[in-house]
Structures are given as structure tokens and as C-alpha cells.
């Protein structure tokens, strides 16, 4: 991603953290019609309405909690969704993903907010386009250069991330913070809504 576009979302995320106007409290209305980009839309759409709620109201001791030796915390789960949606991002902007990544450091609010502000740019994204053929995840290390379709964003970074933000859920449970008992991620609304 280049500098200037991540400051840009980092900026807009600090802004949207600081008025509380964070997406995803409960998920868009759904698109009028079927397409393959209104379809992913909508599946991203579904990743922030949970990362929303698993991630709204951690204390710090949620966000330490580490289920087993050797695993990550919950707070190092958000990173990795971070991570896994900038790559997602990144390849809907037809960049390519850097490695080893150089992750920029921020704390929960500001990464919750960063988070929740790319998963909104990349359903958006998504909605406006149809064929994703042209759209390679393209990774490059050093001088080393890969790339693989955009079909490998379904079942990688995509489902990684919402399988991730299902571990957040179960680590607040464990740590005695359970997510929010209205939340209903069949309806996408809170059952007080």
C-alpha cells in the first residue's frame, strides 16, 4: 500500500474513532441485485458487523488474554485481521503486499477504527466491480515477485479474517467479557434495533 493512501485511511480511521461514527454497527442494507462484486460486498459486509462487535468495548485484559502458550492475544489477533484485510485492500487497489510487513504500530481504538474503516473501503470496492479477474494478489519480497488469482482472497484472507474475529469472540468470552448478547449476525442488526 502505498504511504500516502495507508496515512490517508489511518487519518480518516483517527477521525472516525474520535467521533464514535464507526461503520458496522449493524450491516448495510443488501444490494438490490446479484453480482459476483455485490456477493463479496456483502460477505465483507458480514466481517465487519462481527469484527465490530467482537471488538467493541475490550478492556485490557481482554486484549491480553491469550487462550494457550505459544498463541496469539486478542490484540494480536486484531492485528493479523488488520493485516489480512490491508492485503485484501491492497489487491483491490491492485497493489502489491510487501513482505516481511512493517506493520504500523497503534493502539486498540485506533486499530479497531483503522480496521473497521479498510473492511468498509473494500466492500465498497467490491461493489462496484463484477469481474475480479484482472485483480491478482501480487506479493513481493525483496526482489522476489509472486502472484496468485483473486479467487485465493475467498478462501484466504477473506475467510482467515472472519474465522479470526470468531477466536475474539470466544477469547472475551473466556476472559469473562462475552460480545454482546443482542448482537445477531443472521439479521445483521442488534435485536434491540
Given amino acids: ?23 458496522y454497527e449493524e450491516i448495510p442494507d443488501y444490494p438490490e441485485e446479484y453480482h459476483a462484486g455485490t456477493v463479496l460486498s456483502r460477505m465483507t459486509d458480514g466481517l465487519g458487523y462481527r469484527f465490530y462487535w467482537a471488538t467493541e468495548g475490550l478492556r485490557n ?23 489480512l484485510v490491508r492485503m485484501i485492500h491492497n489487491t483491490l ?9 512493517d506493520p504500523a504500530a ?29 485483480l ?9 515477485e509472486a502472484s496468485l488469482p483473486f479467487w485465493n482472497i475467498i478462501n484466504g484472507p477473506l475467510s482467515d ?7 475474539i469472540v470466544s477469547f472475551r468470552r473466556a476472559s469473562g467479557n462475552p460480545i454482546d448478547p443482542r448482537v445477531n449476525v443472521f439479521t445483521g442488526k442488534n435485536a434491540d434495533r
Avoid: W
Fill in 136 to 144: 491478482p494478489i501480487m506479493f513481493k519480497m525483496g526482489e522476489q
Fill in 93 to 101: 487497489n491492485g497493489e502489491a503486499n510487501i513482505s516481511p510487513e
Fill in 1 to 23: 500500500m502505498k504511504p500516502v493512501a495507508l496515512l490517508l485511511i489511518l487519518s480518516l480511521a483517527g477521525y472516525s474513532a474520535i467521533s464514535q461514527n464507526l461503520p
Fill in 61 to 83: 485484559e481482554d486484549l491480553n488474554y491469550v487462550p494457550s502458550e505459544g498463541a496469539r492475544s486478542t490484540f494480536k489477533t486484531m492485528e493479523h485481521i488488520f493485516s
Fill in 161 to 167: 479474517a472472519i474465522y479470526h474475529t470468531g477466536q
Fill in 106 to 134: 497503534m493502539e486498540y481504538e485506533e486499530l479497531r477504527a483503522a480496521t473497521l474503516e479498510l473492511i468498509h473501503a473494500c466492500a465498497e470496492k467490491m461493489g462496484e466491480n463484477s469481474d475480479f479477474s484482472s
